[in-house]
């Protein structure tokens, strides 16, 4: 299964963007899809997670209260909608499943990662 990421662009600071999260060749049959970016010159972070069980979501403080995650389950898909967007937003954003538990912070127990797709927000 490949997961693809989509939806990126480029957004002045306070405006939104709805990212998808999609599964081809195979069941979405993930224990969590998580949503990670990488900013330039800087380590990839953990931006949420949903698990599939039960929509149970988390996210980084930095983006609390602004992004959400969602989940559409007829379109095996996962969603990031970010709204009142930053300049420091600015990332390539990556969606990862992950089939076992594992630590929900660590990309290491992801095993399944999108392209990316790059998110800009002018200021």
């Known amino acids: 299964v490949q997961l693809q990421a989509s939806g990126g662009g480029l957004v002045q600071a306070g405006g939104s963007l709805r990212l998808a999260c999609a599964a081809s060749?195979?069941?979405?049959?993930?224990?969590?899809i998580a949503w990670f970016r990488q900013a330039p010159g800087k380590e990839r972070e953990f931006v949420g997670a949903?698990?599939?069980?039960?929509?149970?979501?988390h996210y980084a403080d930095s983006v609390k209260g602004r992004f959400t995650i969602s989940r559409d389950n007829a379109k095996n898909a996962v969603y990031l909608q970010m709204n009142s967007l930053k300049p420091e937003d600015t990332a390539v954003y990556y969606c990862a499943g992950a089939r076992l538990v594992g630590q929900l912070r660590d990309q290491r127990d992801y095993n399944y990662w999108g392209q990316g797709t790059l998110v800009t927000v002018s200021s």
């Open positions: 949903i698990r599939w069980s039960d929509s149970m979501t």
């Open positions: 060749g195979g069941s979405f049959t993930f224990y969590r």
